[in-house]
Antibody, heavy 122, light 110 residues
Framework: EVQLVESGGGLVQPGRSLRLSCTAS????????MSWVRQAPGKGLEWVGF??????????EYAASVKGRFTISRDEYKDIAYLQMNSLKTEDTAVYYC?????????????WGQGTLVTVSS | QSALTQPRSVSGSPGQSVTISCTGT?????????VSWYQHHPGKAPELMIY???KRPSGVPDRFSGSKSGNTASLTISGLQAVDEADYYC??????????FGGGTKLTVL
């Protein structure tokens, strides 16, 4: 069974940094493209960023709202994907989900973790 | 404001059909050939219900169907059940490895 698990959320002050982690079971995360998606309290889903697999160069793309502040990276040995969040703002408060694709193809989000809550507040 | 517009809420009685629309309001939604739909029960992980406009992942009941006309995609749920009560989001692959979600629609089963 495929599972994604996020970790690293918590309470952080505005302007500070936080790093989220995403691990997978049932498949090798590093072999697949993956995205981070978030949901702010009372709001809808928002795509945050994407990274291709190492096989395809591991290139990344980000939503305009986080570009320049957030970075997705991978540890290929530990098979972990990270979301490094710098210069955090109160509006970054959200549940962050790691997602990846399955049989539907890389343009879709077949698999989701349960999410990790990030609260940015002084 | 999202480039994909959905109604904020829809409702229906058990056994009825409901349709949720998703209209692309700008050029930033790609060619609209890669529209997916996600069901989200609060507190749980979202679930892919429809992809590539009208394809259903294995395990998703055939009560769920998708379609597209011009710049509007639609999700239809027939034979409504109480378990279908959730938030539904459309999503479009916008281009060059970016995506955009609609604002979400709350489905209430009366």
């Amino acid at each position: 069974e495929v599972q994604l698990v996020e970790s690293g959320g918590g309470l952080v002050q505005p302007g500070r940094s936080l790093r989220l982690s995403c691990t997978a079971s049932g498949f090798t995360l590093g072999d697949r493209a993956m995205s981070w998606v978030r949901q702010a309290p009372g709001k809808g889903l928002e795509w945050v960023g994407f990274t291709r697999s190492k096989h395809y160069g591991g290139t990344t793309e980000y939503a305009a709202s986080v570009k320049g502040r957030f970075t997705i990276s991978r540890d290929e040995y530990k098979d972990i994907a990270y979301l490094q969040m710098n210069s955090l703002k109160t509006e970054d408060t959200a549940v962050y989900y790691c997602t990846s694709y399955g049989s539907s193809g890389w343009k879709n989000f077949d698999y989701w973790g349960q999410g990790t809550l990030v609260t940015v507040s002084s | 404001q999202s480039a994909l517009t959905q109604p904020r809420s829809v409702s229906g009685s058990p056994g009825q059909s409901v349709t949720i629309s998703c209209t692309g309001t700008s050029s930033g939604v790609g060619d609209f050939n890669y529209v997916s739909w996600y069901q989200h029960h609060p507190g749980k992980a979202p679930e892919l219900m429809i992809y590539d406009v009208n394809k259903r992942p294995s395990g998703v009941p055939d009560r769920f169907s998708g379609s597209k006309s011009g710049n509007t995609a639609s999700l239809t749920i027939s034979g409504l059940q109480a378990v279908d009560e959730a938030d539904y989001y459309c999503c479009s692959y916008a281009d060059t490895f970016t995506w955009v979600f609609g604002g979400g629609t709350k489905l209430t089963v009366l």
